[in-house]
């Protein structure tokens, strides 16, 4: 399975952003997709999942993201809304069989001004 995602950029605060993640290869494999991020300094947090045609949200960033799908695409989206400076991070597309987190993107860069 390969992910590819895309869509990070510069933003100010409370300005949106949506994030694409393609995925290819084997993926009728997989139980479940999410995003990540990781800010400077900190470890690499959830912030959502997409798995059996549901999305679950972190805490952190409930009612201000939705995660979506397109299944004939085979493209997960993170829409991202009322941006703060503390959502800078990279983001990642994740991909899991079974429990585990196998497959990993490549990280899209989001940065918010203030």
């Known amino acids: 399975v390969q992910l590819q995602a895309s869509g990070g950029g510069l933003v100010q605060a409370g300005g949106s952003l949506k994030l694409s993640c393609a995925s290819s290869?084997?993926?009728?494999?997989?139980?479940?997709m999410g995003w990540f991020r990781q800010a400077p300094g900190k470890e690499r947090e959830l912030v959502g999942t997409?798995?059996?045609?549901?999305?679950n949200y972190a805490d952190a960033v409930k009612g201000r993201i939705t995660i979506s799908r397109d299944k004939d695409k085979n493209t997960l989206y993170l829409q991202m809304n009322v941006l703060k400076p503390e959502d800078t991070a990279v983001y990642y597309c994740?991909?899991?069989?079974?429990?585990?987190?196998?497959?990993w993107g490549q990280g899209t860069q989001v940065t918010v001004s203030s």
């Open positions: 290869g084997r993926t009728f494999t997989l139980t479940g």
């Open positions: 997409w798995s059996r045609g549901s999305p």
């Open positions: 994740a991909a899991r069989q079974g429990t585990r987190w196998t497959y």
